[in-house]
């Protein structure tokens, strides 16, 4: 089953009413979602499911299905006794949402700063990290967050561009991150623009501007092996 992911088009939308399609022990299946599932670095969206009787059912994770674009919310409580065809209304936990999509924001300007392969990352909602391909001596965290918080004072919307596999063949420098693939299947990718800064392709949820990070600070730097120079961030 195919879920309508309706972050995509608009990260911010908080709520949407759906329908239920399936509830089974891996989770539950709706045809629209708000819900962004794991993946690409990004934590699996919390919140709640919310039934016309008004009984709430506490979501605590969000992940991918087997099929393409299916989504999977996961109960807090375990298997909930949900018919489908039933309406409900889906409610993300916003603030945890909205710090996942600041710090995922800066990792795009981040990897801008440092000049290197990106070989993994991660965005929780209290920190994120990339892993750099270079000698730790080319990594200093003053010279970062500098770098980084004057690139997200200029305050730059950031745009959504489709491009065709095709096009991606032809322009592998677009792709910096080493340890995640472009999403593939469709025909076509999705790439983040911030225009003058960055241009990636990528399936998270962003801010629409950089300037709603507001500014980040370099918690630690470390090598986590030959090619994973590891630079951590938080939200300052
Ligand atoms: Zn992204």
Not at 29 to 49: C, H, K, N, S
Not at 125 to 146: C, G, N, T, V, Y
Not at 158 to 175: F, G, N, Y
Request: proline share 5%; charged share 25%.
């Amino acid at each position: 089953m195919t879920t309508e992911l309706l972050f995509r088009d608009d990260a911010y939308a908080q709520r949407a009413t759906a329908t239920i399609v399936a509830a089974h022990e891996r989770g539950i299946e709706v045809d629209r979602t708000v819900f962004y599932p794991l993946g690409g670095g990004q934590t699996g969206d919390a919140g709640a499911l919310i039934r016309a009787s008004g009984e709430r059912i506490a979501i605590a994770d969000t992940r991918k299905g087997e099929s393409l674009d299916s989504v999977l919310h996961i109960p807090a409580a375990g298997i909930s006794q949900l018919e489908p065809g039933e309406p409900v209304m889906l409610e993300i936990d916003w603030p945890r949402r909205y710090a996942l999509m600041r710090l995922h924001t800066a990792l795009h300007v981040m990897s801008c700063v440092v000049v290197a392969p990106v070989t993994g990352g991660n965005i929780s909602p209290e920190k994120a990290r990339l892993d750099f391909d270079i000698d730790m001596s080319l990594l200093d965290a003053a010279h970062i967050e500098r770098e980084t918080n004057a690139l997200i004072a200029r305050n730059i919307d950031t745009e959504t561009v489709w491009i065709s596999d095709a096009e991606l063949d032809v322009r592998p420098e677009l792709v910096k991150t080493m340890s995640v693939a472009p999403p593939r299947g469709t025909g076509r990718v999705r790439l983040v623009k911030i225009p003058g800064i960055d241009l990636q392709p990528c399936g998270g949820t962003h801010v629409r501007n950089i300037g709603e990070i507001g500014a980040i600070r370099v918690l630690k730097i470390r090598s986590e092996g030959r090619r994973n120079r590891r630079v951590e961030i938080a939200l300052a």
